[in-house]
C-alpha cells in the first residue's frame, strides 16, 4: 500500500498520529494500513513521515517500536494485554524524537503499528514458524526462500513475538498465516520501501544520509569495570552501519555532557542498521537505545519533566552528527572510500 498523497495539515495528538514538530509549512506523508483501535474496521496509516520542505541537517530519525494503534482484535488475543504493551513498547520514545526533530529541523518518521503486531527491526521471514497456523507459502504472491529464521525468533522474539522473558505466551493462540501476510503487506514492506527512499533523497541532496534508529531500553545493570550504568546505547554493528568520525563524535558529545554511554553492547543495532545503511554508498545509520528510566516514572511507562533536557541534549548530539554528516557528503568521502 503506498504512501497517501503530501498534507499540510498539522498531525492530531491521539494514538497513531503525531503532532507537527515544525513551525509553518511541511511535508507530510502517511504510509502503510493498521486497523484502527475502535474495532470498526477502519485503517489508520502503519506510519508517518513529517519534515520540514528545507532540511537544514542530513538526517532522518526512525521511531520503529513506540506504537500503540492497538486493533480490537489483537488486544483480545492478548493473554495479559496491559503488561504485553508495557514490555513490548518502546514507550513514548515517539515523544522523544518528535522533541528533537523539532529543536534540530529533522525528517521525523514514526511507526504506528505496535510492536506486538510486527516487530520493524526484524527481516520479513525471521519467524518463528511454531507459532503461525497452517505456515505454508503463500500462493497468492511469491516471496523469497525462508532463510532467515535465527535463534532470536525461535526463542520468541522474531518478526512478530511470541514470548516474553519472565511471563511466558504472549497470545491466547496461534496466528494465521494469512494474517501473517497481511502484517508483512501492510505495515513492513510500506515501512522500510519508504524509508530506503526518503534516505536516498537525502543522500541525493547532501551526497550523505544519516539514519538515527531511536529506541528505548529498560534499565540496564551495571557490568564489571564500569563506574557507571549506561543510560545510552548506541549501535554501529561494529562499525559497519557508519563512517567512524560518527561514532567517535557521538560518544564524544555524550561524555562531554556526562552522559555514561555504551557502544554495541549489548545493543549494536539489528535489521533496520543491516537493511539500510551502506556507508560506501554514503548511507550512514546509528541505533540509539535510550534507558527508559531517564525520561519515564517508576513504572516505566509514562513520560516525567525529564524528557525535556533529554531531548535537548539528544539534540545538540544530532546536530553534531548532522554536521558531520553533511562534512562527508560535500568532501566526496562516498566517491573517496569506493576506490
Same mark, same amino acid.
Given at each position: 500500500?503506498? !504512501?497517501?498523497?503530501?498534507?499540510?495539515?498539522? &498531525?492530531?495528538?491521539?494514538?497513531?498520529?503525531?503532532?507537527?514538530?515544525?513551525?509553518?509549512?511541511?511535508?507530510?506523508?502517511?504510509?502503510?494500513?493498521?486497523?484502527?483501535?475502535?474495532?470498526?474496521?477502519?485503517?489508520?496509516?502503519?506510519?508517518?513521515?513529517?519534515?520540514?520542505?528545507?532540511?537544514?541537517?542530513?538526517?532522518?530519525?526512525?521511531?520503529?517500536?513506540?506504537?500503540?494503534?492497538?486493533?480490537?482484535?489483537?488486544?483480545?488475543?492478548?493473554?495479559?494485554?496491559?503488561?504485553?504493551?508495557?514490555?513490548?513498547?518502546?514507550?513514548?520514545?515517539?515523544?522523544?524524537?518528535?522533541?528533537?526533530?523539532?529543536?534540530?529541523?529533522?525528517?521525523?518518521?514514526?511507526?504506528?503499528? !505496535?510492536?506486538?503486531?510486527?516487530?520493524?527491526?526484524?527481516?520479513?521471514?525471521?519467524?518463528?514458524?511454531?507459532?503461525?497456523?497452517?505456515?505454508?507459502?503463500?500462493?497468492?504472491?511469491?516471496?523469497?526462500?525462508?532463510?532467515?529464521?535465527?535463534?532470536?525468533?525461535?526463542?520468541?522474539?522474531?518478526?512478530?513475538?511470541?514470548?516474553?522473558?519472565?511471563?511466558?505466551?504472549?497470545?491466547?493462540?496461534?496466528?494465521?498465516?494469512?494474517?501473517?501476510?497481511?502484517?508483512?503487506?501492510?505495515?513492513?514492506?510500506?515501512?522500510?520501501?519508504?524509508?530506503?527512499?526518503?534516505?536516498?533523497?537525502?543522500?541525493?541532496?547532501?551526497?550523505?544520509?544519516?539514519?538515527?534508529?531511536?529506541?528505548?531500553?529498560?534499565?540496564?545493570?551495571?557490568?564489571?569495570?564500569?563506574?557507571?550504568?549506561?543510560?545510552?546505547?548506541?549501535?554501529?554493528?561494529?562499525?559497519?552501519?557508519?563512517?567512524?568520525?560518527?561514532?567517535?563524535?557521538?560518544?564524544?558529545?555524550?561524555?562531554?555532557?556526562?552522559? !555514561?554511554?555504551?557502544?554495541?553492547?549489548?545493543?549494536?543495532? &539489528?535489521?533496520?542498521?543491516?537493511?539500510?545503511?551502506?556507508?560506501?554508498?554514503?548511507?550512514?545509520?546509528?541505533?540509539?537505545?535510550?534507558?527508559?528510566?531517564?525520561?519515564?516514572?517508576?513504572?516505566?511507562?509514562?513520560?516525567?519533566?525529564?524528557?525535556?533536557?533529554?531531548?535537548?541534549?539528544?539534540?545538540?548530539?544530532?546536530?553534531?552528527?548532522?554536521?558531520?554528516?553533511?562534512?562527508? &557528503?560535500?568532501?566526496?568521502?562516498?566517491?573517496?572510500?569506493?576506490?
Amino acid at each position: 500500500m503506498s !504512501p497517501s498523497k503530501h498534507s499540510r495539515r498539522r &498531525g492530531a495528538t491521539k494514538a497513531g498520529h503525531i503532532a507537527s514538530p515544525f513551525k509553518g509549512e511541511l511535508r507530510s506523508v502517511k504510509g502503510g494500513a493498521v486497523a484502527g483501535e475502535g474495532g470498526d474496521g477502519n485503517m489508520g496509516p502503519a506510519f508517518t513521515h513529517v519534515a520540514p520542505p528545507s532540511m537544514p541537517l542530513p538526517v532522518l530519525i526512525a521511531v520503529p517500536h513506540a506504537g500503540r494503534v492497538y486493533p480490537a482484535e489483537t488486544l483480545a488475543q492478548m493473554r495479559d494485554a496491559e503488561l504485553s504493551q508495557l514490555r513490548l513498547e518502546d514507550r513514548h520514545v515517539d515523544q522523544l524524537g518528535v522533541a528533537i526533530a523539532k529543536a534540530t529541523g529533522t525528517g521525523l518518521m514514526v511507526a504506528h503499528a !505496535p510492536r506486538a503486531m510486527l516487530d520493524l527491526n526484524r527481516a520479513h521471514d525471521d519467524v518463528d514458524w511454531e507459532m503461525i497456523a497452517r505456515p505454508g507459502r503463500r500462493t497468492s504472491k511469491p516471496e523469497p526462500s525462508l532463510t532467515c529464521t535465527n535463534a532470536r525468533a525461535r526463542s520468541g522474539l522474531g518478526l512478530v513475538p511470541r514470548r516474553l522473558p519472565g511471563f511466558g505466551e504472549i497470545w491466547r493462540e496461534k496466528l494465521c498465516r494469512e494474517e501473517l501476510d497481511r502484517r508483512i503487506d501492510r505495515i513492513h514492506r510500506p515501512y522500510h520501501t519508504y524509508l530506503a527512499r526518503e534516505l536516498e533523497r537525502i543522500r541525493n541532496s547532501w551526497g550523505a544520509a544519516l539514519l538515527i534508529d531511536l529506541h528505548s531500553m529498560p534499565p540496564l545493570r551495571r557490568q564489571r569495570g564500569q563506574d557507571h550504568t549506561p543510560r545510552i546505547v548506541l549501535g554501529d554493528r561494529f562499525g559497519a552501519s557508519c563512517h567512524g568520525s560518527l561514532i567517535a563524535r557521538a560518544m564524544g558529545f555524550l561524555g562531554d555532557h556526562g552522559c !555514561p554511554v555504551a557502544h554495541n553492547r549489548p545493543y549494536s543495532g &539489528g535489521y533496520v542498521l543491516d537493511r539500510h545503511a551502506s556507508p560506501m554508498r554514503g548511507l550512514h545509520a546509528i541505533q540509539v537505545e535510550v534507558c527508559r528510566s531517564a525520561y519515564l516514572d517508576d513504572r516505566l511507562a509514562e513520560p516525567t519533566e525529564a524528557l525535556e533536557p533529554l531531548a535537548s541534549m539528544l539534540a545538540g548530539m544530532v546536530r553534531e552528527l548532522g554536521a558531520e554528516t553533511a562534512h562527508l &557528503g560535500a568532501s566526496g568521502h562516498m566517491a573517496q572510500a569506493a576506490e
